[in-house]
Each structure stands twice: as C-alpha cells, then as structure tokens.
C-alpha cells in the first residue's frame, strides 16, 4: 500500500513538472498559403501544397510529421503525410512544402458529381494534424471556405485538376 501512494506522488510530481516546463506557451498558427498542380506522372494529378507556420515561443518548433487532408464539396480529394521539415525557430515564421497526390476514385466522383449539378460556389475544407513530439501537444488545424465559382469565365476547376 505505501509502494502505490509512493508511485502515485512520484506521477503527479512528474505530471506538475511537464505542465509547468513551458508556462506561457502558446499554440503557433497554420495557415494554407499556397496549392498549386505539379506534372504528374501517370493519371494521379500530384500537388504541392504550402503552409505558412508561425511559432509565437521563445522554444524553438521542431515539427517531426504532418498529416494532412484536402476536401471539395465532403470528398476527401487529397491525403497525406510528410516529415523532415526545418526547424522553425522561436518568435518566427517558416514555410512548409508538402507534396501530395490525388485520390483518384474520389476525384471520379467528386467531378460525376459536379457535373450533375449546377453550383455557383464548392466547399473546401484543408485539416492537418501538426506533430511536435516531446512533451507538446499535437497541433490540429481546419480551415473551411467557399471557392466562388462565377468569377472564373466559366471555367470549372475539376476540369483543369482532372484532365
């Protein structure tokens, strides 16, 4: 009995030191600055997809994996992973470039989809899972819009994407 309430005071110990090792810290921000087609090869069109992190911390943020998803209109069209990214250091900003390839099926419904409906306008949705191992909690990030679609003459994206 005195081995568990031993053990028991020895975590809560450990447990108050890792909450206190960074008072003050703060969440840094994510945000989607960029995605762009690349050549690809074969028929998965392949894209490069860009954020902009900004670490808010005296610590320097050393990310060691993201996980990402694009959507349009609920169909998850992109999905990925990536690692090995430069560190960014504390009271700065830094780009990240992560490299994806389309889900094909979901792109084939997602443009049958489309073609059966006249839209004005299409959902997107981009979530990331941002990993800073350690003792920091993972990052989550979702951001949502609207893609107006009557200011593009006409043209529809699926069919630049898909083509």
Avoid: H, W
């Amino acid at each position: 009995m005195k081995t568990i309430r031993i053990a028991f005071l020895i975590l809560a110990a450990a447990l108050s030191a890792c909450a206190s090792m960074s008072p003050g810290y703060e969440e840094p921000t994510v945000t989607l600055s960029s995605f762009k087609a690349l050549p690809s090869e074969g028929m998965v069109p392949a894209f490069e997809i860009g954020l902009r992190i900004i670490n808010p911390n005296s610590q320097a943020l050393n990310l060691d994996g993201i996980v990402y998803t694009i959507s349009l209109e609920g169909y998850e069209l992109v999905k990925g992973v990536g690692k090995d990214f430069p560190v960014i250091e504390g009271y700065s900003e830094g780009e990240v470039s992560l490299t994806a390839a389309a889900n094909l099926l979901a792109g084939i419904r997602f443009v049958g989809d489309m073609m059966q409906s006249q839209r004005n306008s299409m959902e997107y949705e981009f979530k990331a899972k941002l990993d800073l191992g350690g003792l920091y909690p993972s990052i989550k990030v979702r951001e949502v819009g609207e893609i107006n679609l009557d200011g593009m003459g006409g043209r529809r994206p699926e069919a630049a994407e898909f083509d």
